[in-house]
């Protein structure tokens, strides 16, 4: 089975510092990687696509794929209050199938 | 961006009725279209799968004449909960690709159930 995993948190940083959230993926072959951020009561929305091992930097946020490592993570920088949700990250598998699998989720809290 | 649209987004419903929530693709055309629910405090499971022109793909355990979809366009999915009960109430929640393989999952604003 095709796994994704995240710790669960939950995780608290303070207003201004930098958050770390990490996934860890089991199928190798996985060529797709996104992070999820999702409000109590809300649907997902999609905050960040990575395709390729390094870097991706999307205003305070960056994301990072080492497939060698088969470890995707998200970093946040000057985080704000508003920050504070459950990430999920989400890898698309190899196969014709393509599905899409969602990491548990980590549970992020920025205190002001 | 690409917009996917649910409604409604909030519902009460009497046990034993049944309710339908739509989900349709704004600006892109789904051939596959994915139906999550989510309680309180716990992660999107998903339910099955919707194929535009075929039968969806149930996840095990989830009934599939419970829970009918049908996927009659390349815009339009729906997810009927049959009979409901209060064990139903939950966060329904859709999602959408468009044609390109390793493109992300884009999500509706979710419908809350809630049977009485």
């Known amino acids: 089975q095709k796994e994704v995993e995240q710790n669960s948190g939950p995780l608290s940083v303070p207003e201004g510092a930098i958050a770390s959230l990490n996934c860890t993926y089991s199928d190798r072959g996985s060529q797709s990687f996104f992070w999820y951020r999702q409000y109590s009561g809300k649907s997902p929305e999609l905050i960040m696509s990575?395709?390729?091992?390094g870097d991706k930097e999307d205003g305070r946020f960056t994301a990072q794929l080492n497939k060698a490592s088969q470890y995707v993570s998200l970093l946040i920088r000057d985080s704000q209050p508003s920050d504070s949700a459950t990430y999920l990250c989400a890898v698309i598998s190899s196969g014709s199938a393509r599905q899409l699998t969602f990491g548990s989720g980590t549970q992020l809290t920025v205190l002001p | 961006g690409a917009v996917v649209s649910q409604h409604p987004s909030r519902v009460i419903c009497k046990s034993g009725t049944s309710v339908k929530i739509e989900c349709r693709s704004l600006?892109?055309?789904?051939?596959?279209m994915f139906w999550y629910r989510q309680f309180p405090k716990k992660s999107l499971m998903l339910m099955a799968t919707?194929?535009?022109?075929?039968?969806?793909?149930?996840e095990q355990g989830v009934e599939k004449d419970k829970f009918l979809i049908n996927h009659a366009s390349l815009t339009l999915s729906t997810l009927t909960v049959t009979s409901a009960h209060p064990e139903d109430s939950s966060f329904y929640i859709c999602?959408?690709?468009?044609?390109?393989?390793?493109?992300?999952?884009?999500f509706g604003n979710g419908t809350r159930l809630t049977v009485t």
């Open positions: 990575i395709y390729s091992n």
């Open positions: 600006d892109f055309q789904a051939t596959t």
């Open positions: 999602s959408a690709r468009d044609r390109t393989n390793n493109s992300p999952l884009h």
């Open positions: 919707s194929n535009e022109g075929s039968k969806a793909t149930y």
